[in-house]
């Protein structure tokens, strides 16, 4: 008989503005927000809980955020740190179950279907979990457990910071059928805008909707989602991309965004991260791939395979950068930005080098991996490349 599905989703508090104060005592019990600059169309990347008591939230307007605490610490974040401690959380998760599906910076998946002979109770092991990075790391993360990764997701956001929220087999409905509109992830405030307009302000009602009559309002990808979502289906909008050997971040925007520097910043963390993940596993690639879902749950891909292997989180950048561009419909709302490098082999495997090869880009690329290298036996990332983090749109990474 198969076992029943189990899935952890673990997301990490505040986590830029829970770094900065775990770091720094002096920030701690104050409003702690991190972002680009007012002057310069900025948003806010993350904010601590004392900043959002006063209305304070993620991807806003940097501006607005200083109208509403100008007395909060504005902080322009530390990519390379944030990096490291997030490394720090993801080894403590892997070991808890062999599959873990990062899935941004700052949050992952664990699929625990039969380790409950070897652990125990799902709700005893996700507690365990949670003691275990803040012994280890200092930070406090959230965990929802669902029988899929889409009401995992919700679930884990229920009770920050440092929640638990379990949904046991067989009460998906009831879990989403008690929900307000504004807790079913994915439908956000021009969505529900929308839903409203057509007299659908419950999930219940969203029930009681025919598919085709929520198509007429919301498109029909649109619909669709809605449609299972209400009724605690797994989306699929999780899962895994299919694809040969292949390593990938992503991260969704709490809210639609159609500031395209604030994307493309975000595509420059994504870069890092998978950039430093592949030098941790001894990989390397050449085919680049660049996910974009917009607010209607419409998503588009491009990939482009080039002549000689991606050489240092720069050269990924400039790469997804340009394949961004390419796709990107200007204007539209974006909900996610994911960046994958595919078709991995053993960076140890001879490469025959272009004939002009980039004499700079090769030295680089050398400073990264000793860097690296540097990093993983002090246990801690101690040299940032300052070229690269300060070439964010908004010059705040």
């Given at each position: 008989?198969?076992?029943?599905?189990?899935?952890?989703?673990?997301?990490l508090d505040?986590?830029?503005?829970?770094?900065?104060?775990?770091?720094?005592?002096?920030?701690?019990?104050?409003?702690?927000?991190?972002?680009?600059?007012?002057?310069t169309?900025?948003?806010?990347?993350?904010?601590s809980y004392?900043?959002?008591?006063?209305?304070?939230?993620?991807?806003?307007?940097?501006?607005?955020a200083?109208?509403?605490?100008?007395?909060?610490?504005?902080?322009?974040g530390?990519?390379?740190?944030?990096?490291?401690?997030?490394?720090?959380?993801?080894s403590?998760?892997?070991?808890?179950?062999p599959?873990?599906?990062?899935?941004?910076?700052?949050?992952?998946?664990?699929?625990?279907?039969?380790?409950?002979?070897?652990?125990?109770?799902?709700?005893?092991?996700?507690r365990?979990?949670?003691?275990?990075?803040?012994?280890?790391?200092?930070?406090?993360?959230?965990?929802?457990?669902?029988?899929?990764?889409?009401l995992?997701?919700?679930?884990?956001?229920?009770?920050?910071?440092?929640?638990?929220?379990v949904?046991?087999?067989?009460?998906?409905?009831e879990f989403?059928?008690?929900?307000?509109?504004?807790?079913?992830w994915?439908?956000?405030?021009k969505?529900?805008?929308?839903?409203?307009?057509?007299?659908?302000?419950?999930?219940?009602?969203?029930?009681?909707?025919?598919?085709?009559?929520?198509?007429?309002?919301?498109?029909?990808?649109g619909?669709?989602?809605?449609?299972?979502?209400a009724?605690?289906?797994?989306?699929?909008?999780?899962?895994?991309?299919?694809?040969?050997?292949?390593?990938?971040?992503?991260?969704?925007?709490?809210?639609?965004?159609?500031?395209?520097?604030?994307v493309?910043?975000?595509?420059l963390?994504?870069?890092?991260?998978?950039?430093?993940?592949?030098?941790?596993?001894?990989?390397?690639?050449?085919?680049?791939?660049?996910?974009?879902?917009?607010?209607?749950?419409?998503?588009?891909?491009?990939?482009?395979?080039?002549?000689?292997?991606?050489?240092?989180?720069?050269?990924?950048?400039?790469?997804?950068?340009?394949?961004?561009?390419?796709?990107?419909?200007?204007?539209?709302a974006?909900?996610?930005?994911?960046?994958?490098?595919?078709?991995?082999?053993?960076?140890?495997?001879?490469?025959?080098?272009?004939?002009f090869?980039?004499?700079?880009?090769?030295?680089?690329r050398?400073?990264?991996?000793?860097?690296?290298?540097?990093?993983?036996?002090?246990?801690?990332?101690?040299?940032?490349?300052?070229?690269?983090?300060?070439?964010?749109?908004?010059?705040?990474?």
């Open positions: 008989m198969k076992p029943q599905e189990v899935f952890f989703h673990v997301d505040a986590f830029f503005a829970a770094v900065e104060q775990l770091d720094n005592p002096d920030y701690r019990g104050k409003p702690v927000i991190v972002g680009g600059d007012p002057d169309r900025g948003v806010v990347s993350t904010c004392e900043a959002r008591a006063f209305g304070v939230r993620s991807a806003m307007p940097m501006a607005r200083v109208q509403l605490c100008p007395h909060a610490v504005f902080l322009h530390r990519m390379a740190r944030y990096g490291e401690k997030s490394r720090e959380v993801m403590v998760l892997r070991e808890f179950s599959d873990v599906q990062q899935i941004s910076v700052d949050e992952a998946f664990l699929d625990m279907t039969g380790t409950e002979r070897l652990f125990g109770p799902a709700e005893d092991v996700a365990e979990l949670k003691a275990r990075v803040r012994e280890r790391t200092g930070l406090t993360v959230s965990v929802g457990v669902a029988p899929n990764r889409y995992a997701k919700i679930s884990s956001g229920l009770s920050k910071p440092d929640g638990l929220v949904v046991p087999a067989g009460t998906e409905a989403m059928l008690a929900r307000p509109l504004k807790d079913v994915g439908v956000g405030e969505t529900r805008a929308r839903l409203e307009e057509a007299g659908l302000r419950t999930v219940r009602q969203i029930l009681d909707c025919p598919e085709a009559l929520l198509a007429t309002i919301l498109g029909q990808a619909a669709s989602f809605l449609y299972q979502a009724r605690g289906v797994d989306v699929g909008i999780f899962q895994r991309e299919s694809s040969s050997r292949s390593l990938s971040s992503e991260r969704t925007f709490p809210f639609d965004v159609t500031d395209q520097d604030a493309e910043k975000l595509l963390e994504l870069a890092e991260d998978v950039q430093f993940r592949l030098l941790d596993e001894g990989l390397s690639g050449n085919t680049v791939h660049v996910k974009i879902r917009y607010s209607d749950f419409r998503t588009v891909s491009v990939q482009e395979t080039g002549d000689e292997a991606v050489r240092d989180s720069g050269d990924l950048y400039a790469r997804a950068l340009a394949l961004f561009r390419r796709k990107y419909e200007r204007g539209l974006v909900r996610l930005i994911g960046l994958a490098l595919c078709n991995l082999r053993d960076s140890s495997a001879p490469e025959q080098l272009g004939l090869a980039d004499s700079a880009r090769e030295r680089t050398k400073v990264e991996e000793a860097v690296h290298g540097l990093s993983k036996k002090r246990g801690k990332r101690l040299v940032t490349r300052a070229r690269l983090l300060s070439h964010g749109p908004d010059g705040d990474e």
